[in-house]
């Protein structure tokens, strides 16, 4: 990850190989320089000039660069795009400043003068130079382009000097979200489950989080049968990871559990040909989940936090579960298979009973779970189900500041009955339609109840944003992106101030 700094020089006298400048449009569409008013006469009248000669619009995501002008030490420009300059917010600062690093991979050292005036807003610029800083080279025998390496913040000494505990924050988050790209960016061959579980115990081995691992052996004594079903198709058996945090003082305790599919080929229900290779980003939610428990060590912020990563490979052979087998989860329940393609769903179910077991206030889930999600909300935005309002609001609220897209979904009591099974206690299959909601009222009959209470779930599927099948945009590469790490921070964050109940 590139270094990180913040100064209160002025942007134009650094010397640097590219200086980021916003361009936004002005009530009449008019692409203009943003915060203009800072720049010497001379820089703004030189910009102005070279924004129509490239023909910048100022829109969102757009990145111009050019030659250095008069007045700039740095040895090129770069117009990053802000949009309306009038409806700047933190996610826009965010996008530009991404997209800008993302674009300069290969160079030693960029100076950002975006506008930014308050603490707030020089975060938010760190933060988005950080996530687009990002390259995934490990498969490439060339050694690939490697990102920016060094970024400087140009911000005025009170914006400075507000963001400092900002700065530190995002520097983590940044690590969080690289570390996530990387697990899921990584082949299936070398990502398995025991693998990942090894894995794990490296990410926190310097953080004060303990880390225990269920193997295949444990697992059945367990009765973790949703994790050994699907598993068992494949040459490499499943893994169960916990980890621990538990800071001194704690009164407020989280799960989170991660759906970690290393590969999904859908078992014996095979899926289709086309577009199975992006099938080894099924372990996002894990991935997720293990870089926020990090993280939320890393900050030291005073909640208990458990860390569930559900881990298998989902593949068909000779000993690959079967349509119509009958499976017992943990606890006890048990599960007709209707579609071995319906996998996670089975993971996941033996890892929020394990999570019960701990007796947290709040479980969290997060997996890519259903293609229903990204017909539903597109590919860009996650879905949030839960059986308590309060939650399902405040996940809603954090991830809008975190600036990552989600939007509440329901779980509608008469989707239940098409789960009815003639032979077991429930199927893993019901109604086509809604199937996103399905799956949500599938894990819904999994959380466990305190003196006839459920305990407060959300369920987040990150099918569609947890991997960008298409082109680069804003700070976001191609393939993994790490969605959802900044919300479940931010969740445990805000907890840590005001507990759910």
């Known amino acids: 990850m590139p270094t990180l700094s913040v100064t209160a020089k002025e942007a134009v006298s650094q010397s640097a190989d590219a200086l980021i400048v916003g361009v936004g449009t002005n009530p009449s569409g008019t692409a203009v320089v943003a915060g203009a008013q800072s720049l010497p006469a001379p820089v703004r009248t030189a910009l102005t000039q070279a924004l129509k000669a490239v023909g910048a619009t100022g829109a ?26 009038r409806d700047l917010d933190l996610e826009t600062l965010r996008r530009a400043a991404g997209a800008a690093t993302r674009t300069l991979a290969g160079l030693g050292k960029v100076v950002i003068g975006l506008p930014a005036t308050t603490g707030d807003e020089v975060t938010a610029i760190a933060e988005g130079a950080l996530y687009g800083a990002y390259a995934f080279n490990r498969y490439r025998s060339n050694g690939g382009k490697s990102p920016v390496g060094t970024i400087v913040v140009s911000a005025p000494s009170t914006a400075n000097s507000a963001a400092r505990a900002g700065i530190r924050r995002a520097k983590v988050l940044a690590d969080a979200v690289h570390g996530t790209r990387d697990l899921i ?7 398995f489950p025991a693998q990942f579980a090894d894995d794990a115990q490296r990410v926190v081995k310097d953080l004060p989080v303990t880390v225990t691992v269920l193997d295949e052996k444990k697992l059945l004594k367990g009765g973790y049968g949703g994790l050994l079903a699907v598993g068992q198709g494949s040459t490499r058996p499943p893994r169960l990871v916990r980890l621990d945090y538990k800071p001194a003082g704690a009164t407020t ?55 569930w990563l559900a881990i298998a490979e989902n593949m068909p052979s000779g000993s690959a579960q079967r349509p119509s087998d ?24 033996d890892a ?8 947290p206030d709040v479980i969290v889930d997060i997996a890519t779970l259903t293609g229903a999600q990204m017909v539903a909300l597109g590919s860009r935005v996650s879905a949030i189900m839960s059986n308590d309002d309060d939650l399902r609001t405040r996940v809603h609220e954090v991830s809008g500041e975190a600036g990552e897209a989600f939007w509440p979904m329901p779980l509608p009591p008469e989707l239940r009955p098409s789960m009815d099974s003639r032979v077991a206690d429930i199927a893993n299959m019901g109604e086509r339609y809604g199937g996103m909601l399905v ?22 599927d990150i099918a569609g944003p947890a991997f960008n099948s298409g082109s680069a ?12 790490v900044r919300t479940l921070v931010s969740l445990v964050e805000s907890l840590a101030v005001t507990p759910l109940r």
């Open 352 to 359: 929020i009973v394990a999570a019960g077991e701990t007796d």
């Open 253 to 307: 305790h989280v799960a989170l559990v991660g759906k970690g599919i290393t590969f999904d080929s859908g078992g014996l229900s095979i899926k289709p040909a086309a577009h199975m290779d992006e099938m080894k980003s099924d372990m996002s939610g894990a991935a997720a989940v293990l870089h926020a428990v990090a993280a939320i060590a890393e900050l030291g912020l005073p909640v208990q936090v458990t860390g």
């Open 185 to 191: 960016n990584a082949a299936p061959i070398d990502l």
């Open 473 to 484: 945009y804003g700070y976001t590469p191609a393939g993994g992106t790490g969605h959802g």
């Open 326 to 349: 009958v499976i017992t989860i943990r606890g006890g329940r048990t599960v007709e298979v209707l579609n071995t393609d319906a996998e996670g769903r089975l993971v996941l179910a």
């Open 60 to 85: 969102k995501d757009t990145v111009h660069r050019i030659p250095p002008v008069a007045g700039v030490s740095a040895k090129s420009v770069v117009l990053a795009g802000l949009g309306p300059v």
């Open 439 to 460: 799956a949500g009222l599938f894990l819904k009959e999994f959380v466990p109840s305190v003196d006839g209470a459920a305990v407060p779930w959300a369920h987040l």
